[in-house]
Structures are given as C-alpha cells and as structure tokens.
C-alpha cells in the first residue's frame, strides 16, 4: 500500500479556453493524477507544488467544480470541451467524489461536445450517460504498450493496459466512438514494431481510431525518468527526426494493414471538424 494524499480545495473557475488547438475548452475536476506516469507532461502544468513533487501521490480534489461549471456554462458559447487535459478524469477518487460525471450532465445536457481521455476502466460507470448521449461524447484511452514489465515502470500507478482495452471495448460495442491514444513514444521503450502493431490491430477489433505522438522532453518528466530508461530515450524530446520518420512510417504502413484511421497527435485539430461541429 501507498500513501495517497487527497486534498480538497475549491475553485473560482470550472472551465477555461483550450491551449490545446483541438478543444475549444479544458475542464479539469482534478489537478495532479495518482497515475504516477513518469513520461507525463502535466507535471509542469500542475499548480500545487506539493502535487508536483510527490506525483502520483498527491491530488487536489476540486469540490465545488460542479456549480462553478454550472454558472458558468449557463450563457457560454457552445463548443468542444476535453476532460481532462492536465489530470485523469477517473482517478480512484473519483468513485466517491462523482465530479467528472457532474460535469458530464452539465455539458452534454446543455449542447456542449465532449472528449474524454482516460487510462481508468471507471469511466464504465459513466455509459448509461456516455450512451444517452453518445452523439456528443467520443472517449479515448492512452495504451503506452501492452506489456507490463514496461508499463509498471512508467506508469507505475495506472490500471493494466488489458483493463483499459476491456473498457474499449465494452464503449465501443455499446457504438460510443472511441480511440487509442498511443503515446508518449519513446525510443528504446515502446517504438518496436510488435509492440505497437499489437495496440493497432486491437483499434481495428474494436472499430477505433489511433492518434499518437512522440515524447516530449520537460523537467519535471525527465526528473522522474532518469535512470529509468536510458538517458538517449529522455532526450527524444528534442531530437532524433529520422527516428520520428520511421515511426510515422511506421504507422502509415500499420494503418494500412489494419485498416485503421491513425493520426499524429499535432494534426488531431485538422481532424477534429469533420467530427461535427455544435451550433
């Protein structure tokens, strides 16, 4: 057993313009994640220095969130919404808490699309409302590998890749529209050939789509990952572009072969208006 620390705060703001150019929002119940992944950009992202520091072992709960998004979202522009882009929407806490379903309802009932990325088999919970509004909602989740050995290294705390594609698959048969987030890539780590044509060919058995990326280099994520991996991977961040042209050559032909739509993390808002637009 680890020790978890929950803290409660509350909030002036629920909901915020996206920096990320395929969302138009960026709702975020939670800051730090109990996840623990080494690789994770959100580190640099995370107010609380104390979530920073002892990440994975801290999170900031934000318990008014739902009321604040409420008012908040009463006269606002429609729009796409992504939940959550600095956290995991189902960290455990949220079994008790409930404040990524609130948000959900607030939302879908008023017109607002929907992007939920996960590592967590809880968002099960949520699909009699991720059902009811399926029209408005896709739901991806993040598969570094489907080998644990490689998994309990880097994302220590995370449910098993094999529970996120249970869950995959249990959203997609129920026809939500799903994805796989393959990535960070690293090189020397999750980059051969098996190991992501493995995670391609499960998108094609459950009718997802993949979109992936690269790692990318920041303080607090190379901190955790020294010595963990070797040091040429931390540093993939900033170079290796014949490297990254093999991948994406790589996926190309995988896509291919499997007959599954893949995009590059960075291209995702080209991709993200033919999926309709609200109002």
Avoid at 81 to 87: D, P, Q, R
Avoid at 128 to 146: A, H
Avoid at 202 to 213: G, H, L, V
Avoid at 229 to 251: C, H, N, Q, T, Y
Wanted: positive net charge; charged residues 25%; hydrophobic residues 40%.
């Amino acid at each position: 057993m680890r020790a978890v620390n929950i803290r409660e705060i509350s909030v002036k703001s629920a909901i915020s313009r996206s920096s990320l150019p395929e969302y138009d929002y960026a709702v975020n119940p939670y800051s730090g994640c109990l996840h623990g992944c080494r690789y994770c950009f959100a580190i640099d992202f995370t107010m609380q220095n104390d979530a920073r520091v002892d990440w994975g072992g801290t999170v900031y709960v934000k318990k008014n969130l739902p009321e604040i998004l409420d008012h908040q979202t009463k006269s606002m522009r429609r729009g796409l919404v992504g939940i959550s882009t600095v956290t995991d929407p189902y960290i455990y806490p949220e079994a008790t808490y409930r404040l990524t379903r609130q948000s959900l309802i607030i939302l879908l009932s008023r017109g607002f699309r929907v992007s939920l990325q996960t590592k967590s088999p809880l968002v099960l919970r949520d699909i009699d409302l991720i059902s009811r509004y399926q029209e408005q909602i896709d739901v991806g989740f993040t598969i570094t590998s489907m080998n644990r050995e490689v998994t309990d290294v880097i994302e220590p705390y995370a449910p098993s890749p094999a529970s996120r594609l249970h869950a995959l698959e249990r959203l997609s048969m129920a026809g939500i529209r799903t994805w796989i987030f393959i990535g960070p890539i690293i090189e020397g780590v999750n980059d051969s050939e098996p190991v992501i044509s493995e995670i391609v060919e499960a998108a094609s058995r459950y009718s997802s789509r993949i979109i992936f990326d690269f790692y990318n280099e920041y303080a607090g994520s190379s901190a955790l990952l020294k010595g963990l991996i070797p040091e040429r991977s931390v540093k993939m961040g900033k170079a290796g572009l014949s490297w990254k042209k093999g991948i994406m050559d790589m996926f190309r032909d995988l896509s291919a072969r499997f007959g599954v739509e893949v995009n590059l993390q960075s291209e995702e808002w080209l991709r993200r208006p033919a999926m309709g637009k609200l109002f």
